[in-house]
Every structure is written in C-alpha cells, then in structure tokens.
C-alpha cells in the first residue's frame, strides 16, 4: 500500500465518513501501541510514587478500558474537528467571514477552534475511561473491569448522581489540559503541512509525512503541557474528591514546583511517537477512504 497516496477531497466517501472511520483507526492504534509507555507516565505522576504504583509490573493493566474508549473518543473528535474546520472556512471562503480577522490568522485560528470543540466532545467518552484506566494502572484495582466495580459499588452511598461525578472526576481540568494541548498541537501540525504543500507543489499529504508533522507538533505540545497532565492524574487518583485548586495547592504542599513535571520525559516520548501514528495512520486512513471505488 502507498502510504503517500494523496486524492482530492472531493472523490470516495463522505467527509464524516472518513473523519469517523479514520479516527477510529488512528485512536486504537496509538493508545494499544503506546499503553506501556502511559503507564509508567501515569505511576510516575501518582502520588504514592513510581514503585508502591507498580513500577515497571503489569504495565498493560487497564488496557480493556483504553480499548473501549480509543476508537469512539478519537473518532467523535476527529468527526467535530472536521466538521468545525470544513463550516468556518467555508463561511470565511463565502463572504460571512472574510473581513473577521486577517487573512494570514484565519486559518489557525479556524483549526484552534475546531480543535477545541473535538477535544471537549472527546472528552465525553475519554474522561470516564481514563479515570478507570489510570486507577487500574496505579495498582488500586486489579484491572479495568475491577476499578469499575469498585467504583459502582458506591451506589448506595453517593447514589446515582455521585457515581456519575465520579466517572467524570477532572473533567474540568482534562478540558484545560486537552485544549491548551490541541490549540499547540493541530494548529502547528496543520501549518507543517501547508508547507510541505506549498514546497512540493502537490495537493495532498502523504501519512509519513503527515507523521513526522504530527510527532514534531506533539512534542512540543506535550512539554508545555505537562503541569496540567500531572494536576489531571492527581485529581483522577486521590482517594477523595478535591477541587483543582486544593490539589494545586496541595502539591506545591508536599511536592514542591518540580513535581508539576513529574512524568515530563516519558510523557514527550509517548506523544510524540503517538502523534506520528495517531496523525500519521488518520492521514493514511483518510487518503484511502477519499481515493474513488
């Protein structure tokens, strides 16, 4: 298979169609190749300590619940994401936007806000999966189906409502990790490809190419970020529901300002080798679905 295959947008399915199916494609992929590498960012990150979370043992606990939330969470943002960014420019290409901004900002400023609107839809189903998967990775449930029991045991004390936080405990500050991350990330990654478009003279993009782009975007990302991530897994593994700003406050606490980039080195690994087969297998996925049957 040609994997810089490149078609115009107007041949072979729907944009939804491939928007769908190619992040479905593209979200197994990365987390199922890159699980090991979470999990020793997520014990790294936790508060009890690298060791007394697992260590380097049983580094694919909680794999079962990163393998159902992969393929719908990626997909539901790939499928906004496109949506958002097809809508604003063609409202911008008509005439309802073309005097809302200058020309040369538009187009990042279109790819942050459709990239903000997939993160926050994505976080529906990436929030309560994730919150099962990290506990099962810090060694506080003996798997995905196990820290998902325990938390629906609780039904009799925190009724149905309190089950329904606690699935989604830091959505909040998932969101403001996931925004600022995807406002660095696609904006970059879709400006890289413009230039190798611009500098090849081709229409299209080829997946290795789109997979450089998206690790290089990654990286970047996954550093400034990184703080946010270590607030997010704290939230997400304390043992009673605190608000942001008292967990903030609390690792300053204990921990001191470094602990903010507690995780930071694996954490760039793991994005950016999951950007280059996150973006790169969408951009494969895509260019196929768009060539004609």
């Not at 049983?58 to 939330?69: E, N």
């Not at 190798?196 to 290795?208: D, F, H, N, S, Y």
């Not at 970047?220 to 704290?234: I, M, S, Y």
């Not at 999951?274 to 790169?280: H, N």
Request: hydrophobic content about 45%.
């Amino acid at each position: 298979m040609d994997l810089t295959s490149t078609s115009t947008p107007s041949e072979g399915s729907s944009p939804f169609t491939r928007a769908l199916l190619a992040g479905a494609l593209a979200g197994t992929t990365v987390d199922l190749s890159l699980f090991p590498i979470d999990t020793l960012k997520t014990r790294l990150q936790s508060s009890s300590g690298f060791q007394p979370s697992g260590g380097f043992r049983g580094i694919y606990a909680g794999v079962g619940s990163a393998l159902i939330g992969s393929a719908p969470g990626a997909a539901l943002f790939f499928v906004s994401y496109e949506s958002i960014k097809i809508g604003l420019r063609n409202w911008r290409t008509s005439g309802g936007g073309k005097n809302w901004i200058r020309r040369e900002w538009s187009e990042p400023l279109e790819h942050m806000v459709a990239a903000s609107v997939g993160e926050v839809a994505a976080c529906a189903v990436r929030v309560p999966t994730e919150v099962v998967k990290q506990r099962a990775q810090a060694m506080q449930a003996k798997g995905s189906w196990d820290a998902l029991r325990m938390i629906l045991r609780r039904r009799g004390q925190i009724r149905v409502g309190g089950i329904w936080m606690e699935l989604y405990r830091g959505w909040g500050v998932t969101v403001m990790r996931e925004v600022p991350f995807t406002v660095i990330q696609f904006p970059l990654w879709e400006g890289l490809k413009e230039w190798r478009r611009r500098k090849t003279g081709r229409e299209g993009i080829g997946a290795v190419e789109s997979g450089v782009f998206g690790s290089v975007a990654g990286a970047v990302a996954a550093g400034v970020t990184t703080p946010l991530d270590v607030l997010k897994t704290r939230l997400m593994l304390a043992t009673e529901r605190v608000g942001a700003w008292t967990m903030l406050a609390r690792i300053l606490r204990q921990s001191g300002p470094s602990a903010f980039f507690a995780g930071m080195g694996p954490r760039i690994v793991w994005i950016s080798a999951g950007g280059a087969i996150f973006l790169g297998s969408y951009q494969w996925a895509y260019n196929k679905l768009t060539e004609p049957r």
